[in-house]
Structures are given as C-alpha cells and as structure tokens.
C-alpha cells in the first residue's frame, strides 16, 4: 500500500485503497467533464444534469481502474501469487503483489489480465450504452466509458515497463531467454523511450497551447521514466545479490548483552563507543530479544541509568533469518520490516546477525573488486584463499 492511502475496504481479502492524490484526479475529471466535455458535445441538458453525468462517470471510471486491477490480482492469485493490496492514485492503480512473480508464464497472464478487462469493460459500456439513445445523459456516460476503457487498454498495452504492455514484453524475453535480469533491461528501456516520447509530445503540447493536456502527459511521462529506471535498479540489485547467502555475509560473533545491562551503558558503552545500532539480549545462551538505539532514546534519559535493557528491548519472537536464508529474501524482510538487522539463527541457537549495512558493504566491495569482463558474482562466489 502506499504511504498517505485510506483503506476503503476489502475484495477477495485484498485491501482497496485510495491514496490522496486520486481525490484530486477524480475531483479534476469531475469537472472537465461537467464543464467541459459534457457541454461542449451535448447541447440542451440543465445544469445539475452535466454535473450528475459528470460525477457518474468519475465514479465509474473509478470503478474501471478498480476492475483493471482486479483483473490482474485474480489471475495472479488464480496462479497462487498472493496480492497484497489494490491502491488507486494519481495515474492510475496499482496491485501490490506479495511476492515477486517467479515465472514467466505466470508473469504472462497476469500482466495481460488488465488490459483485457478493460477490453471487456469498453465492450461491456458500449453495449449498454446503445440501449439509451445516443444523446440521453446515459448514452453519453456510457459512451464516454466505453472509450475511457478502451484507451485504459490499449494505452496499457504499450510495451514498455512498468505498463502492462511492457511486462507481457518482459514476460515474453524472460520466458526464451531464461533471463529475467535481461528481460528486465530491455522492457525497462523500451519503457524510458515510450516516457521521453510521451514527455515530448507533452511539451510540445504545451508550446502549442494545450497547457493542461501536454503538462498531464509530460508528468505521466515522467513519472513512467522514474518507474522504469527503479525497477531495472531493483532487479539489478536482485541479480547481484542472488545466489549469495546470509552466512557469507553475517557477523558470526554478534555483540550481545545480559538483559541486565543498563540502558545508559548500553548508549555509552556500545551505541557512542563501538558504534552499534542494536545488542541482541541472551542469557546463558538463550536469545531473549534486542535492543537498538531507539529503544533507548525512546526513554526519557534520567530513567536510563535505572532501566535494564530487558525493560526496552524487542522481545522474542523476533523475526529471524537462518545462514543458508538467500540474501534477497534477507533485505526483503529489512525493508518490510523496517529493520536494520536480523538475528541469524540455527536450530534456536543464535549464529550471528545480519544487518544492512552488511549488505551495502557487500554491494560497494563487489564493485570494486569486479573486474572488467567477468562477473562479480563469480568473484565472489570462488574466493582467493585468504
Ligand atoms: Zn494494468
């Protein structure tokens, strides 16, 4: 979910929520269409008429994207990809899945899923649409929806990622290559050139003196650019961590204190000293939690001198990794969590501890000792003898 959503409620156990930016989309509509389009092209309704068909049609445009999305969230949870949550903002909607899609026939369908929907919604509209005479506030709704759909479709059928279009793309190279890092990188590419000519044709919009139009296309265009460069990042970051595991990178001796340790020595002696985030707390061998700066500084500091650091730390059970976990399924328990370090453990007994600044040592050593034509990975993988 982003961040700044309300949650509307759920569907299928998938959590719909809107972020604050679609009020201003769905507001905005509202009223090009109750003023502007609805006016211009169909003469002779009153005042609150263009209004109502004004506030109909954003709401069904919301219910559009909505079904666009669900679309894609079923068929992935047909595949047995769990969704996590449905959010509409500014440019659209987005399905948040749990996990990374692990294959690419899957990916396949999923990615395709929406612009049919919206394919069928269009059909759907103009159907219904013809019951109603053409003129007739209804008709007109109607209409407007069918093409509203079919554009949805069609626009999202464009091959460059992150748009549908460009994860069938992906999809397509990843499943006769066998590589998703490098289906990512053309997809993402064929994504940043359909951004720059959208950014373009917006501006050049602008210059003509369509300003609202060529602004609203130049922003949908810069912001595909930046989702298109995150996601060739993010898979790159992937590619380098895969295969490497907790226990190549964990510190083996992690530093832990008695529960009974006071909270001001542990800031002293261990936070401003030694530089540490966070002590894991064990007793006789037994990990009972941990501590980190901020549960100290949470504390109002006279209390410190006083407050054993079993009083403030995180108790068990923590969340944990074990040293074969994959160093990708590590930082993603970081980031979801918001950790900055994981307590390695093995068959209950702590093993070490993993925290991110682990990995980032990893990442910018890896760069360094890549050398020019062979892969980093395989560097690392087969170690000089130290
Ligand atoms: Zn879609």
Do not use: C
């Not at 595949?79 to 690419?104: C, M, P, Q, W, Y």
């Not at 995180?314 to 976990?325: D, E, G, H, S, Y």
Request: zero cysteines; charged letters at 15%; hydrophobic letters at 50%.
């Amino acid at each position: 979910m982003l961040r700044n959503s309300i949650t509307l409620g759920r569907i299928a156990g998938i959590r719909i929520g809107v972020h604050y930016t679609w009020i201003f989309i769905a507001l905005l509509v509202t009223w090009s269409l109750a003023g502007g389009y609805f006016p211009a092209n169909f003469r002779g309704w009153d005042t609150p008429t263009y209004w109502l068909a004004g506030v109909v049609a954003a709401l069904f445009m919301f219910a559009s994207v909505l079904i666009h999305e669900l679309g894609h969230s079923l068929v992935a949870i047909n595949r047995g990809v769990a969704v996590h949550s449905i959010t509409l903002f500014i440019f659209g909607g987005v399905a948040a899945l749990k996990n990374e899609v692990d294959d690419a026939w899957d990916e396949f369908l999923i990615a395709a899923a929406g612009p049919l929907t919206s394919f069928l919604l269009a059909g759907l509209f103009w159907s219904g649409g013809a019951l109603a005479p053409a003129t007739s506030p209804a008709g007109a709704v109607a209409s407007y929806l069918a093409t509203l759909n079919a554009f949805l479709g069609g626009f999202n059928l464009l091959p460059g990622f992150p748009l549908d279009g460009g994860r069938v793309l992906r999809s397509i190279i990843w499943g006769i290559s066998g590589s998703l890092y490098r289906a990512t990188q053309v997809a993402t590419y064929v994504g940043q050139g359909i951004a720059f000519l959208m950014i373009f044709w917006g501006l050049s919009q602008v210059l003509s003196g369509a300003v609202l139009n060529g602004l609203w296309i130049a922003f949908i265009g810069w912001f595909l650019n930046g989702a298109a460069e995150q996601a060739r990042q993010s898979q790159g970051l992937r590619e380098s961590l895969a295969g490497v595991t907790v226990g190549e990178l964990m510190d083996p001796r992690p530093p832990t204190a008695s529960p009974y340790l006071a909270a001001e020595e542990f800031v002293y002696q261990y936070v401003l000293r030694q530089g540490r985030r966070a002590l894991l707390v064990v007793d006789d061998g037994r990990l009972l939690g941990l501590v980190s700066v901020t549960d100290a500084t949470a504390l109002p500091r006279p209390v410190w001198a006083h407050t054993p650091i079993r009083q403030i730390m995180t108790p068990i059970p923590l969340k944990t990794v074990t040293p074969a976990t994959g160093l990708n399924t590590a930082l993603q328990l970081l980031v979801e969590g918001d950790f900055h370090q994981l307590p390695v453990v093995q068959d209950v007994r702590l093993v070490g501890m993993i925290s991110r600044g682990d990995i980032l040592r990893f990442l910018r050593f890896r760069d360094v000792i890549k050398a020019p034509g062979q892969s980093g990975r395989r560097v690392w993988r087969d170690p000089e003898p130290v």
